[in-house]
């Protein structure tokens, strides 16, 4: 896809979808490494920041359908990455917390985020990452981005984009 450009170059639209394509497909091969997926990482990161959160309030926080979320839950289960408690509060709820594997591979998600991070803002120094930083948060706020979840979970498993 050729985009239109201006005297004074491509749009901002334009740059943040190619740099987002970019930086999609970069981080995929990096957590591929651990053989891991973007929505893995995703779920596990979202565990990680609130222990005990039971299945249902991930699928909301995350906006991702209640059955892809025990889809994914089952697969870190079964790799030994997540376990599910029953609420004392209600039995019906399952909580889900990381498993001692399950810290440790948040720890390599950790150092491949922070490699990403370096890829994808390589020839900016300090203060230009974080004025990048924060510039593209208002945008995301503008936006009525939910803070620390992508966009992309809404899209797992609707239609023909099951994963």
């Given amino acids: 896809m050729v985009a ?4 004074d170059g491509d749009g901002v639209a334009f740059l943040l979808s190619q740099l987002g ?6 981080f995929a091969d ?25 299945q249902q309030a991930l699928s909301d926080r995350l906006g991702l359908l209640p059955s892809r979320v025990v889809a994914y839950v089952d697969e870190l289960e079964h790799r030994g990455y997540v376990e599910r408690r029953r609420n004392p509060d209600d039995r019906r709820l399952h909580a889900l917390y990381l498993t001692a594997a399950g810290k ?3 720890t390599k998600i950790g150092e491949l985020g922070r490699r990403h991070e370096k890829l ?3 020839g900016l120094d300090v203060q230009q990452r ?3 930083r924060q510039l593209l948060s208002v945008v995301a706020e503008r ?21």
Avoid: C
């Fill in 30 to 54: 990096l957590i591929a490494s651990i053989d891991l997926t973007p929505p893995h990482a995703g779920i596990l990161r979202a565990i990680s920041a609130e222990p005990g959160r039971s």
């Fill in 120 to 122: 994808l803002t390589a």
């Fill in 130 to 132: 974080d004025t990048l």
């Fill in 4 to 7: 239109a450009a201006s005297s």
């Fill in 104 to 106: 440790k591979i948040m």
């Fill in 21 to 26: 394509h970019r930086s999609a497909s970069t």
């Fill in 143 to 163: 936006q009525g981005l939910t803070p620390h979840v992508h966009p992309g979970y809404r899209a797992l498993g609707r239609a023909t984009n099951s994963r």
